[in-house]
């Protein structure tokens, strides 16, 4: 393999590895395992939307959580009330407020006491639900003290972010002149607007809030276009590289009907260009992933992801620059075999040189319009076309080398979705999947989709590494077959590729029986593709053949394929 190959695929592993990332649904609110429940305080912690109105006409939403305590919120936005918001007096309400409300929506600063402090007091004043606006941009679990006996709370409360705070208090005291110019559409009107203090008191703007938390769908339509993604994305790459296995071999056997020792000591003409795996590099693989994951999580900044998507970039140009050249080969044989001589990259054919520049084009029109609302379908075909590069350039040579892959990468995935939470207080792989230190949308080493029919948005995703690690055995699977020359059914690739799919299939099952909690994949596929492997080979008798040498025994004639001494006399 070429040096420049060998740097992409080096790089291209360290940035998979750092993508094998737990499947999700969009984040929600999980609960808090430090603030246990108890009676009067035993509320799941739900995300709530407050749409507010000014003047009867619709206006901003914002999203807040619900508390451990008082009443739960509806679930349908037609059955919550439009009730009038009124700001609270004194504004952190540690004490009674000093006016009565009639069923108003409360909206309280944090303050000093305790949240379910202002939950009585505005309860007693005839509140019919509290806003407390939080003094940072972040959101917070408000629950009980452990001590507290005092919960008859019988109104919701929600806790806002500041810049909502800061929004609604604008909204409650806004008094703009070009609203009362609309109102009144004589300039004379307006005068006596700004002149009477008595007329600022009769148009003061009126707020109303309607809130609600709704459900999510127990499956959308994103996790099933997720899931024809990564089974087309394996679908494919299993079949090209096979195909080029297959290419290798016949020109292997017809070079084998020379029978000089030359010869017989060449290596499979075709395969310069491949990266077989072996087991120390792929219990290295897991390490080195272990090492880059927990980089991310310390460094997890906005530079860092800057960083990640450059070199998300550059495996992208190399994917789909290889995936676009093979297919037009086909049509532009000429172009494609005719080589120049460039600096730094060695011969490169006319056909690379003319597809190079779109997809450059391409790579960077993603990187910086990332934010937009479609830009995930730029991402998807970056990082598809680079899984089905890689797939085509690193094979595992049997199945034992699969077996210490998968089986690293199954322990892998675990640790860092469940035991790193004992460790570090929160899933490290979680964390570093949605970017959540960064300020950015997550880490550009996965595929994503938006949810279609959930109320609360997000993306449904999947690592690289989930899709990249099986791939590896059923690529292998495939090119077994096809050497052998098995028939489908008696094959192992089609039931790899069930058990590959099934196995996701079961992860999504877990993640909405989960409630949404981001799920390792590999805890799934792993005991499925392999398990599956295993037990039809040793069923079969091939399980020797397929865990050490990984290519079926072929005579021709007297010399078994890849043996290097002479034949006998």
């Known amino acids: 393999?070429?040096?420049?190959?060998?740097?992409?695929?080096?790089?291209?592993?360290?940035?998979?590895?750092?993508?094998?990332?737990?499947?999700?649904?969009?984040?929600?609110?999980?609960?808090?395992?430090?603030?246990?429940?108890?009676?009067?305080?035993?509320?799941?912690?739900?995300l709530v939307k407050v749409q507010t109105w000014v003047d009867g006409v619709e206006g901003a939403e914002f999203v807040g959580v619900g508390a451990r305590f008082g009443t739960t919120i509806v679930s349908k936005e037609k059955n919550a009330?439009?009730?009038?918001?009124?700001?609270?007096?004194?504004?952190?309400?540690?004490?009674p407020p000093?006016?009565?409300?009639?069923?108003?929506?409360?909206?309280?600063?944090?303050?000093?006491?305790?949240?379910?402090?202002?939950?009585?007091?505005?309860?007693?004043?005839?509140?019919?639900?509290?806003?407390?606006i939080n003094n940072q941009r972040e959101l917070y679990k408000m629950v009980c003290e452990p001590d507290e006996t005092d919960l008859d709370i019988h109104i919701p409360t929600v806790m806002l972010p500041q810049d909502a705070g800061v929004e609604l208090e604008g909204m409650l005291s806004n008094r703009s002149s070009s609203k009362s110019c609309i109102l009144f559409p004589f300039a004379f009107?307006?005068?006596?607007?700004?002149?009477?203090?008595?007329?600022?008191?009769?148009?003061?703007?009126?707020?109303?809030?309607?809130?609600?938390?709704?459900?999510?769908?127990?499956?959308?339509?994103?996790?099933?276009?997720?899931?024809l993604m990564a089974v087309g994305t394996i679908l494919c790459a299993s079949y090209w590289s096979a195909w080029s296995a297959r290419e290798a071999a016949i020109e292997h056997e017809k070079l084998l009907q020379d029978f000089s020792e030359?010869?017989?000591?060449?290596?499979?003409?075709?395969?310069?260009?491949?990266?077989?795996?072996?087991?120390?590099s792929a219990v290295l693989f897991v390490i080195v992933a272990s090492c880059f994951l927990v980089v991310l999580y310390k460094l997890m900044s906005v530079w860092f992801i800057e960083l990640l998507v450059v070199l998300f970039c550059i495996g992208g140009v190399e994917g789909m620059q290889t995936c676009i050249v093979a297919l037009l080969s086909r049509w532009f044989k000429q172009a494609a075999q005719s080589f120049i001589?460039?600096?730094?990259?060695?011969?490169?054919?006319?056909?690379?040189?003319?597809?190079?520049?779109?997809?450059?084009?391409?790579a960077v029109l993603w990187a910086v319009y990332r934010e937009t609302k479609f830009a995930w379908i730029g991402q998807d075909i970056l990082g598809?076309?680079?899984?089905?590069?890689?797939?085509?350039?690193?094979?595992?040579?049997?199945?034992?080398?699969?077996?210490?892959?998968?089986?690293?990468?199954?322990?892998?995935?675990?640790?860092?979705?469940?035991?790193?939470?004992?460790?570090?207080?929160?899933?490290?792989?979680?964390?570093?999947?949605?970017?959540?230190?960064?300020?950015?949308d997550g880490i550009p080493m996965l595929l994503k989709i938006p949810r279609m029919f959930d109320p609360w948005g997000g993306f449904s995703i999947i690592g690289f590494g989930d899709i990249l690690l099986p791939g590896l055995l059923i690529a292998f699977s495939l090119r077994y077959d096809w050497l052998a020359k098995k028939h489908i059914r008696a094959g192992y690739f089609l039931w790899a590729m069930f058990a590959y799919g099934f196995g996701l299939l079961i992860t999504y099952v877990a993640l909405n029986l989960m409630d949404g909690h981001g799920q390792p994949a590999l805890l799934y596929i792993v005991p499925f593709t392999l398990g599956t492997f295993l037990s039809l080979g040793k069923k079969r008798g091939d399980l020797e053949i397929l865990w050490s040498s990984g290519e079926p025994e072929r005579e021709c004639p007297h010399i078994r394929l890849g043996q290097s001494h002479a034949p006998d006399e």
């Not at 002149?195 to 008191?201: D, E, G, Q, R």
């Not at 680079?386 to 089986?407: C, R, S, W």
């Open 384 to 440: 598809i076309t680079l899984i089905i590069t890689v797939l085509q350039i690193v094979h595992v040579p049997n199945l034992k080398v699969g077996t210490v892959l998968l089986g690293c990468a199954f322990l892998y995935d675990i640790f860092w979705v469940f035991v790193s939470k004992k460790l570090f207080h929160e899933s490290v792989m979680i964390v570093v999947a949605r970017g959540d230190k960064s300020g950015e």
């Open 262 to 280: 030359e010869l017989l000591n060449t290596k499979v003409v075709g395969t310069s260009n491949i990266v077989e795996v072996n087991t120390k």
């Open 189 to 227: 009107y307006c005068i006596l607007f700004i002149t009477y203090p008595f007329l600022k008191v009769f148009y003061r703007t009126l707020v109303s809030v309607q809130l609600y938390s709704p459900r999510r769908p127990v499956v959308d339509i994103a996790e099933v276009f997720l899931w």
């Open 341 to 362: 001589k460039v600096p730094f990259f060695g011969a490169v054919s006319y056909l690379t040189l003319a597809v190079l520049p779109f997809c450059i084009v391409f």
């Open 98 to 132: 000093k006016k009565k409300l009639t069923g108003d929506v409360i909206m309280v600063t944090r303050g000093h006491c305790k949240f379910t402090t202002k939950a009585n007091f505005a309860q007693a004043a005839g509140a019919s639900a509290v806003l407390i």
């Open 1 to 46: 393999m070429d040096f420049v190959r060998f740097c992409w695929f080096v790089l291209a592993v360290v940035v998979f590895f750092g993508g094998t990332t737990p499947v999700t649904a969009g984040d929600i609110v999980h609960d808090d395992k430090f603030a246990p429940k108890k009676p009067g305080c035993e509320n799941d912690f739900v």
């Open 81 to 95: 009330n439009r009730t009038h918001l009124t700001q609270s007096d004194p504004r952190d309400c540690c004490t």
